[in-house]
């Protein structure tokens, strides 16, 4: 399978806790994005980085959040000590930045679904 | 900032039938793209169809086609003979250059045997 994959895809933690999620993008792809979902609603973009460069930051990304992809290739989402309000589905997608795909087409993973007791 | 606004929280057709979800979005921009993603429950989204903007013709993938009304700001999806595998979320979005993708609230579709 060569789409976008994130590991792990349920976590659940007792508020406090730091996790990490892991996001594999399609290979060929240099644009990776964070979002943010909750139940009901759409996904709300956190961050999306061009290779290695982290280049938008959402206002939704506290302090507690931190992403990197060090080699351009995955990413991880770190969530500092976290809150109830942290609980949802953290998306990621990949895309091109050009090519014969029209730029913007964001190919998604199944998600992580965080629970914070 | 460009929002995006999904009147209608849950939709329901009858299978073989015909539904419109109904999408507008807020720019000041004139070249943009603009998508419809579906999300099975528990399942990841997946393309359903774009539009550039800068394309006065809808676009259509089979039994999805859009009416796209640029002045109007409104970007509807058409769904014709639906099936039971088109019970889904749908997620009307906004892409303007290089910026993040901007995602409505979502229509849950239901569709009835």
């Known amino acids: 399978d060569t789409g976008v994959s994130q590991d792990p895809r349920h976590k659940i933690t007792k508020r406090g806790q730091n996790v990490t999620f892991r996001c594999d993008p399609i290979?060929?792809?240099?644009?990776l994005y964070w979002y943010r979902q909750t139940l009901g609603q759409g996904p709300e973009f956190l961050t999306y980085f061009q290779n290695e460069a982290q280049l938008e930051k959402s206002r939704l990304l506290s302090d507690r959040f931190s992403a990197e992809r060090p080699k351009g290739s995955f990413s991880t989402l770190e969530i500092q000590r976290t809150e109830q309000g942290d609980s949802a589905m953290y998306l990621c997608a990949s895309s091109r930045n050009s090519g014969s795909i029209p730029p913007g087409e964001l190919f998604f993973g199944e998600g992580s679904r965080l629970t914070v007791l | 900032a460009q929002t995006v606004t999904q009147s209608q929280p849950e939709m329901s057709v009858q299978e073989a039938e015909t539904v419109t979800l109904s999408c507008t979005y807020d720019t000041s921009e004139s070249d943009y793209y603009l998508f419809w993603y579906k999300q099975p429950p528990s399942r990841q989204m997946i393309l359903v169809i774009r539009?550039?903007?800068?394309?006065?013709q809808n676009a259509t993938e089979n039994r999805f086609s859009v009416n796209f009304q640029k002045a109007a700001k409104s970007f509807s999806l058409k769904i014709s003979d639906s099936q039971l595998g088109d019970a889904a979320m749908y997620f009307c979005?906004?892409?303007?250059?290089?910026?993040?993708?901007?995602f409505g609230a979502g229509t849950r579709l239901t569709v009835k045997p």
């Open positions: 979005a906004y892409k303007e250059g290089n910026n993040d993708m901007r």
């Open positions: 290979s060929e792809h240099n644009r």
């Open positions: 539009q550039e903007a800068y394309k006065q």
